[in-house]
C-alpha cells in the first residue's frame, strides 16, 4: 500500500441529511469571536473561503458572482448614488463593488463582528482589494439595528449583506418588520434598497418568499433575483425593493453604461447576465405568487 | 446517550477533494449492468435518484428542471416536429417530455443499457410517466453510434442525453467529430439538434466550451443554454445546434404557444425561463470566446 | 477523468466528533421493527454486518471474538452446564456457541424482537450455523424481564447479550438493580451469570465500572474482562459474577480440557487467550478500584 | 433552523472502504517536511495528535499506552540497560519513557526528521516531557540507516520506532534483512532488539506475520506481543528479540520491581499487563506458525 494523502476537511452540513465536504488545503483561522465561530480555509477548487458558524459566506473563485449581483442591478437603476450604506459585508467585497464606481461620494458600512472585518483584511485582502482604505469609505463596527435609529442620513442605496437569519445568528434581529421599516426611513427619496434574501433553491424558497411577501407591503417595486452560487451549494436570492424604479425593466443601454463607468472589468454582471438573474423560472415565480405569512 | 439514527450515504465524490453527502432512505437497486454500475436510491431533500458509475443523473425532486430544459427550447423552435430521436435517456423522461406534444408523430429512442431502461420502469416510473406505453414511442435497446450508421430516416430534432463522456463511460466513444457528422446526416433539414454538454461551472467550464466549438464547424448558429441543477451540484449546459433557427433568438409569443401546446404543465419552462437560461454570465460568453481544440 | 466508483457507506457515529465509515457492498435488509432500526448489510474488510439502531451488533469476520468471550469462560468455570439462559442474543451466534458443548442439555434464549432473529436466520445463517434447529435450543420471543419474573426454572448459567443500555434503547430497562436480583434468582447454585458490559476503552469505561461496582453487592466474585473487538472500534467488556468461582483464577488446564470437549474449532478463545483478556492494564485496574454510583 | 457547528475533520483512511473521522478542535501545523506531510491536531477524544502521511501516530490520550508497550517489556528484561538506541521516535515519548529509568546512562536517538523532533518539542511538550533536555539524551538527526553503518558502539537495547514501511514512506528501506543484520551488529550482548512491528489485527496480521519469520532467522527468541491502540484503531503489534532472553516468560516480581525503579507512575504496564499483552490470542497464534515469506 502506498501512503495515503493528509487531507483535512470543511463538512457544511445543510441538513442532518445533506452534507458538502470540502478537503482543505490550508486553515488560516478558525476560531470564535464574540459574536460568532469564524474559519477561513483554503480549499482546491474554491479557493480561500469564510466561513461562518458552518456556513460558508464566500469564496475566493465566485465571490464576484455573489457581490456583483448583491451590488450592480441597484446601483445602475439610480441616476444618483452619492451616499451608499452597506449592513454587514464584514469580508470587504460589497464595499469593494460599491466603491469601483467613481460618481459614489461615500460608502458607510457598519457590521457588527470588527474581528471578522479584521480577519478578511489580513486573510482575505482579495476580497477588499484596498476598499478599506478608500477615503470614501467609512466603516463602522457596531450594532446595525442600533445605527439604523440613530443614524439621520439618507441614502440613495442600502445593501444588506447580512448572514442567514437562523435563530441564534447575530443577523436574526435585523429580519422583522420594524427594521425594515427603520431602514426605509434611511433611503433616500427614489432610493434602492437591496438585500441577500436566502436561497431560491426549489427545495427551500419558503424563507426568501416571505421576506418578499414582507416588503412588499413597504415598497412599490419588490423584485426578486437569483443565481447560482457554486460555493453555496445553491441558488441564491436577492430582493431589489424601491418606490420609483422596477429593477426588472432595467434597460440593457443603461446597464451597460453603468458597468462601462465602473473601475476595472466585471467578472459576471452586464445587460445580459441582469436579464439572466432577474428572469425567474416557473416554480419560483409560482412560489413567489402565494399567500403566506410574512416577518 | 440516546441512541444514535441509522443513515446509510451516498457520497458522490466530484474530485478527490469535492464530495457531496447524501443520506439514504432507501435503496431500490444498487448493482452492475454489462454497460455501468446502476444505484437507484431515495434521499430526504432529492427524492428518488438514479446513479450510474457514482455520478447522479437525475433526481425525482428537479428531473424537470433538467429535461424541460433539454427538450422544449428544441422542440419549441421547430415548426414540424412529427419525428424525434433520442440518444441515450435511459430513464425515459426525455421521452415523457417529448411526447407531451400531441403534434409529435412518433419518437424513437436508442439507449445501449435495457437495464437501466427496466430498472427505471420498475422504480421511477415517475419518470416516464406513461410514455414506455405510448404507441408513439419507439425504443430501441442498441448502441447508438450503430444505430446512427444505418438508420436511413430523418428526424425534425435529435436530442443526446448521454452521460459524461467520461474515459471508460459508455458513451465515452460518442463524442467525437465524426458521430457529429453521423448525427447531422439523420437530421431533417430545418431540424434542431440539442445535447446535454456537461458543466457550465466556473471552475470547469473547458470541456463544455470544447464541444461548442467542435459543433460550430458544422451548424451555423450553436447556442450554449444551461441551468443549475441542484441534484448535480453544478450549473448544467446544454447546445443547440441548427442550420435553420437561433434558439437564443426565439420569441416569447412563439415559445408560449408551444408551451400551451403540451399536455399537462410545465414546471420550470416557459418564455421567460428560456430568457434566463440563454442569457449567458459574462465569464461564460468569455470562455466561449476563446480559440482552443476540439474534438 | 476516468468513472468514479460507486460506493454507498454505513457511518457509525460513536460521539458527533468521532465516526467510523464503512463502504457498504451490499444492503441486504434496512428498516424498523416494533422496536429498533435494523440493518443487515456487507463490508469488504468485515463481511455481513448487523446493525441495530446505528450501532455495530456483530461482523461476520471477528463476531467469534466476542461470542467465544462472552460464553466459554462462563462455561469452562463450570462443572455441570446442563441448563443456559441467554438473555437477548438475538443474532444466534451465543446460543450456537453454548450448544457447541454436547453437555448442555437445554438453551433458552429470549429475545424481544422476533423480527431481528427472523432477519438474523434468514440473511445471518454463519452465525446462528444451525443452531437455531437443534432440538435442546429453546428460543422465546418476548420481553426477558417479564421471562425473569415468572419463569421457575434455574440455570447453571446465564448469558446477558444485551444492546447497549442507552436511554431509549429496548434494553435500557434490563439494566438496574432490581433486574440484577431477578437474574440471580434464577441462577442454579454454584452458577455464573455473565454479561457483555460496554466498552473498557480508555475514554469510557465509567459504565463498565458501575456495573461492576453494583454487581459486587450481589455475588462474592466479579470479574471485569475484556477484548478489542475491530468491528466496534473499541475494547469491549465483560463480567462474570458467580458466588462460587473466581474466573480469574481459572487453571489452564481445565480451560483447555473445556474447549476439546467442543464440537469443532476455536477460532479465539483458549487458555492463552483466557489468561489474555482476564488480565487488566494498570488504567482500567485503577478505575475499577474507584469508588462512585452504581445502578 | 438553528446554527450548525463548524468542525474541521481528519479522515484516516485505512483502506479505500474504511476510514476514521475525527473532528478537530485545533490545527497546530499542517505542512510538509523534507520527508514527509506532517499534522498536528486536536480532538476532543483524543487530545491532541501527530499525523504522519494521513496515518496517525500517537495521541495525547494513549501514547503511553503504545510507549509503555515498546519501551518497558524489553527493558524490563535486562538485566544492564546503560545504552539504548532508538530509531526513529521523533514525537520524544520513547525517548522519554526510556530516560524514566535512573540506570540508562544514555540515550541515543536517530530520527530522519528534524521537523518533526522539532514540530513536537513545540506543539507536544508532553510526548518528551522534558526527555530533550535530559543531559543522558543524544539526539541524532540523520538517516538510521547510515547511523547504523557507521556507528561502532554497542546498545543493551534497540528500539524501533519508525513508521509502517509503506511502499513510499522514509522508513521503508529500513525493514529489510540487510538492516536486521546492521541492528543486531549494534545490540550488545545479551541485549534486547524491539520493535514496533505493524498491525495484529484480524485481517492485517500478515505484515507482522512476516516481520516474526525474518527474525526468527536471526534471534533465538522472538516474541510477539500486542496490544489495542484506540487512535490507530487497531491492534498494535511489536516484536522482542535477543539470544538471551525470551520475554513471554518474564517473571513477574522482575517486572514489577522493574517499575518501581521508574521515575514516576505507568499509566498501562506493569506485570498484569505483561501477561495480558504477551499472552496471544488463537488465530494470531495460528498465522503466526504458518510458513511465508520473510524480507
Redesign the interface.
Known amino acids: 500500500?502506498?501512503?495515503?494523502?493528509?487531507?483535512?476537511?470543511?463538512?457544511e452540513?445543510f441538513?442532518?441529511?445533506?452534507?458538502?465536504?470540502?478537503?482543505?488545503e490550508?486553515?488560516y483561522y478558525?476560531g470564535r469571536t464574540e459574536f460568532?465561530?469564524v474559519?477561513v480555509?483554503r480549499?482546491?477548487?474554491?479557493g480561500k473561503m469564510l466561513?461562518l458558524?458552518?456556513?460558508t459566506q464566500s469564496s475566493q473563485?465566485?465571490e464576484r458572482?455573489y457581490h456583483e449581483s448583491l451590488v450592480h442591478p441597484a446601483l445602475a437603476a439610480l441616476d444618483r448614488r452619492d451616499e451608499v450604506l452597506i449592513l454587514g459585508g464584514g469580508e470587504g467585497a460589497t464595499l469593494r463593488e460599491v466603491l469601483r464606481r467613481p460618481d459614489v461620494a461615500r460608502c458607510t458600512m457598519v457590521d457588527i463582528d470588527g474581528q471578522v472585518v479584521d480577519l478578511s483584511k489580513r486573510f482575505l485582502p482579495e476580497w477588499g482589494d484596498g476598499a478599506f482604505e478608500d477615503p470614501r469609505a467609512r466603516v463602522i463596527i457596531g450594532d446595525a439595528l442600533a445605527f439604523l435609529r440613530e443614524d439621520r442620513e439618507s441614502y440613495a442605496a442600502i445593501i444588506s449583506d447580512l448572514t442567514e437569519p437562523?435563530?441564534?445568528?447575530p443577523s436574526n434581529p435585523l429580519f422583522c418588520e420594524d427594521v425594515f421599516v427603520d431602514i426605509k426611513r434611511r433611503l433616500a427619496p427614489g432610493g434602492v434598497y437591496v438585500l441577500q434574501a436566502s436561497t431560491a433553491?426549489?427545495?427551500n424558497m419558503r424563507l426568501h418568499a416571505k421576506m418578499a411577501r414582507t416588503l412588499r407591503r413597504h415598497y412599490r417595486f419588490v423584485r426578486s433575483f437569483f443565481?447560482?452560487v457554486?460555493a453555496f451549494?445553491?441558488?441564491w436570492a436577492f430582493l431589489a425593493c424601491s418606490d420609483a424604479v422596477d429593477l426588472a425593466g432595467l434597460e440593457a443601454a443603461r446597464i451597460d453604461a453603468y458597468v462601462a463607468g465602473l473601475r476595472g472589468e466585471?467578472?459576471?454582471?452586464?445587460a445580459?447576465?441582469h436579464?439572466?438573474?432577474f428572469?425567474?423560472?416557473?416554480?419560483l415565480?409560482r412560489e413567489l405568487a402565494k399567500d403566506g405569512d410574512v416577518f
Chains 1, 2, 3, 4 share one sequence.
Request: glycine share 2%; aromatic share 14%; hydrophobic share 30%.
Open positions: 500500500m502506498p501512503k495515503t494523502e493528509y487531507w483535512q476537511w470543511y463538512v452540513q441538513a442532518p441529511t445533506e452534507a458538502h465536504h470540502h478537503a482543505i490550508e486553515t478558525a460568532q465561530h474559519a480555509i480549499t482546491p477548487v474554491f466561513v458558524d458552518g456556513d473563485a465566485d458572482i437562523l435563530e441564534d445568528s433553491g426549489f427545495h443565481t447560482h457554486p451549494d445553491n441558488d466585471n467578472y459576471f454582471y452586464d445580459e447576465t436579464r439572466r438573474i428572469s425567474l423560472p416557473l416554480y415565480r
